[in-house]
């Protein structure tokens, strides 16, 4: 059975092996990981989830919580998520959105977000609806 918790520090190498595969446009940097993995722990806007059974840890995600003026509120936006390959298939991409959605209901977000082209049916699946071009601006390598 697979449990979806807040990831916590003992995690890191776990999440740090998945991420190698999410990765597609960017080189993963263990140094990098490792300045920030703990901060996303510890932050009360950033949520880190994972999902977990007894074989271990077979995805994850990762969303935060920004402040706008526009939305009338705080929006939280999904920035990561990936599930081990052979594990796809059986609702735990599934499950770690929707885990993000009830926590951030909990909190009284208004609208939770995922620039993504990939996995575009995972999300209208759940009653997203696509809506803006992302636009962006590299200032490193
Ligand atoms: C996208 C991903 C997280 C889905 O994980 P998963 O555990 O296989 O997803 P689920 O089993 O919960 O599938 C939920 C639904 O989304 C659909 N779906 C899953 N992955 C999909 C994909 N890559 N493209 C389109 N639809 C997808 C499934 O058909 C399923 O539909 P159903 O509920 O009607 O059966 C996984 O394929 C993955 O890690 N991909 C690589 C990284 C990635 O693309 N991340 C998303 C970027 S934000």
Do not use: W
């Not at 990762?62 to 929006?75: E, R, S």
Request: a negative charge.
């Amino acid at each position: 059975m697979v449990r979806i918790r807040q990831a916590a520090a003992e995690d890191a190498d776990a999440v740090f092996s998945l991420l190698s595969f999410l990765m597609t446009s960017y080189e993963p940097s263990r140094e990098a990981f490792d300045r920030t993995y703990p901060m996303l722990v510890a932050s009360p806007t950033a949520h880190l989830l994972v999902a977990e059974d007894d074989g271990g840890i077979q995805g994850y995600v990762y969303a935060c919580d920004v402040p706008t003026l526009f939305a009338n509120g705080v929006i939280t936006e999904i920035l990561e998520l990936y599930v081990v390959e052979s594990q796809r298939g059986q609702g735990i991409g599934r499950g770690l959105v929707e885990a993000v959605v009830e926590r951030a209901r909990q909190r009284n977000v208004v609208e939770v977000t995922v620039p993504t082209r990939r996995a575009g049916e995972l999300y209208e699946g759940i009653g997203f609806e696509p809506t803006a071009e992302l636009f962006k601006l590299r200032l490193t390598g």
